[in-house]
């Protein structure tokens, strides 16, 4: 059974950099099937997709978010981060790292999400 | 457009029948994926494709679609479905990925 872990701050300054990272367990990162994706909710709204990150190192970001994210994979510890620069109390969410069907847009595991808030 | 519509709550009686819908211009070409999340709980993936339903899914659980409208079905729906629902897909005109708002399903 494939988990993932989100880790990572809670609580990060307005214009700073928040860094998350997502421990996958029960499958290897570099497996061919799948992107590894983040996911974000902002308090009462829905579901917002940030990018994904391939094992290979290539990647694609929700054109909204693009010019702020930075995705990196490494296979040796099974992880892949999420670096989202220049943060306002709008980017204040549950962020979820999750596994996406390669091709696909179909979320099959996920993280239990964790809150992280822009705040002075 | 790229967005998913979703009704923000729904109900449905113990053991009943509900159809949760999800409405957008992307779904004329693509299928939804459904996703079921509780209170403290990972999002769990219900439906996908035409009409998948992953490993220990019940089978009370079905897909379809038709036009710009995709429905997760709920036959016989049990206290434990009670949950909230978000449906997903692709943008029809950008290589990413859209999610619907979310629906609240209460199990009376």
């Known amino acids: 059974q494939v988990q993932l872990q989100e880790s990572g701050p809670g609580l990060v300054k307005p214009s700073q950099t928040l860094s998350l990272t997502c421990t996958v367990s029960g499958g290897s990162i570099s497996s061919s099937g799948y992107y590894w994706s983040w996911i974000r909710q902002h308090p009462g709204k829905g579901l917002e997709w940030i990018g994904y990150i391939y094992y290979s190192g290539s990647t694609s970001y929700n054109p909204s978010l693009k010019s702020r994210v930075t995705m990196s994979v490494d296979t040796s510890k099974n992880q892949f981060s999420l670096k989202l620069s220049s943060v306002t109390a709008a980017d204040t969410a549950v962020y979820y790292c999750a596994r996406q069907l390669r091709g696909d847009y179909t979320f099959d595991y996920w993280g239990q999400g964790t809150l992280v808030t822009v705040s002075s | 457009s790229s967005e998913l519509t979703q009704d923000p709550a729904v109900s449905v009686a113990l053991g009943q029948t509900v159809r949760i819908t999800c409405q957008g211009d992307s779904l004329r070409n693509y299928y939804a994926s459904w996703y079921q999340r509780k209170p403290g709980q990972a999002p769990l993936l219900v439906i996908y494709?035409?009409?998948n339903r992953p490993s220990g899914i019940p089978d009370r659980f079905s897909g379809s679609s038709s036009g710009d409208t995709a429905s997760l079905t709920i036959t016989g729906a049990q206290a434990e479905d009670e949950a909230d629902y978000y449906c997903n897909s692709r943008d029809s005109s950008a290589n990413h990925v859209v999610f619907g708002g979310g629906t609240k399903l209460t199990v009376l």
């Open positions: 494709g035409k009409n």
